[in-house]
């Protein structure tokens, strides 16, 4: 496997196998906001999440992959602070905004600015129709934000600090995309860089909610969060390995735009589970995100 995915890169082959993983991923981010946002407390829900893939990726750093090269330690000391800065900002906006708020500005402004990382990083460059195709996808995802605070937000009185909250978190995602695509693509083999990055990732959250639920007065019962932590920690390899592989077989910026899709997906989540309308211009505007991302594509 891991030879096939380094003999692909930056092939068709591999460009085809980056646009399956970066709509795989897509579609599981999507369920992965969902679980944090659902029926526990933000912050324990991603504590239970991390612990849960932490226990995961222990067999796999021990007996399944090559240990990392020495170059790799300062890369992963940085991967480490930059993902804790992103779920502190994620959890804290989730707390003060609707899931179907937070989640689009997010996600809008991260992969414009991972665009531009990826410019300034990589080299990496766009074709006039695909910034096209950039636009179009970034109007129907703050579109879709601009909708959910006219008509949905019920937090009307945090909403200002959600949506700071929001864009700062999209900074962060940038900020992650951009050096974990740097990160996997500095080691020989890239699922060395995936099974160490969650065994590390996974430390750090677990500690806030034990500390947040021992605060607790009414403390909720560990099975049901926990349940929920082995599905967020099944899904978060998945998700993220699959973006963290798209970008190291092909175009990092190009990877972020479709994963973006999982706004469309994030919507369809939010109205069949969290019971959150969905209506016509709703489903224009996820229509605009989907053929933001088809244009990308189409014109790369």
């Given amino acids: 496997m891991t030879q096939w995915l380094i003999s ?8 085809h196998m980056a646009l ?19 029926r526990h407390d933000p912050w324990l829900t991603r504590g239970a999440i991390d612990f849960c893939y932490f226990v995961m990726a222990i067999p796999f750093v021990v007996l399944v992959v090559p240990a990392p090269e020495p170059h790799m330690w300062p890369i992963f000391a940085v991967v480490w602070v930059i993902h804790v800065g992103y779920k502190l900002l994620q959890a804290w906006a989730y707390t003060k905004g ?47 934000a601009l909708y959910n605070m006219v008509f949905l937000v019920s937090e009307r009185d945090t909403l200002h600090a959600a949506l700071g909250l929001a ?53 909720p019962t560990l099975g049901p ?30 990877a972020a735009v479709l994963r973006e899709t999982s706004t469309v997906f994030a919507a369809i989540i939010g109205w069949v589970f969290l019971k959150e309308t969905v ?7 996820m229509a605009l995100i989907a053929l933001g991302a088809v244009i990308v594509e189409m014109g790369g």
């Fill in 225 to 254: 969060l926990m349940a929920r932590g082995m599905v967020g920690g099944v899904v978060a390899p998945f998700s993220f390995g699959a973006v963290m592989l798209a970008t190291r077989l092909d175009k990092v910026g190009e």
């Fill in 167 to 219: 864009a700062l978190t999209g900074l962060f995602v940038a900020l992650y995309t951009t050096y974990d695509a740097y990160g996997i693509r500095a080691t020989a083999n890239p699922f060395t860089f995936l099974a160490w990055f969650f065994m590390i990732d996974g430390v750090f959250m677990p500690i806030v909610a034990i500390i947040k639920w021992r605060r607790m007065e009414n403390r």
């Fill in 279 to 285: 209506g016509p211009r709703r489903i224009a505007l």
């Fill in 98 to 144: 609707a899931y179907t708020v937070v989640y689009p500005v997010v996600r809008g402004t991260g992969p414009l600015f991972t665009v531009i990382g990826a410019y300034l990083i990589f080299g990496e460059t766009f074709t006039g129709t695909q910034w096209v195709g950039i636009a179009v996808l970034l109007a129907g995802i703050f579109g879709l």
């Fill in 20 to 38: 399956i993983l970066a709509l795989t991923a897509a579609v599981l981010h999507a369920v992965f906001g969902a679980l944090q946002k659902g």
């Fill in 8 to 15: 692909i890169e930056g092939t068709d082959a591999g460009h």
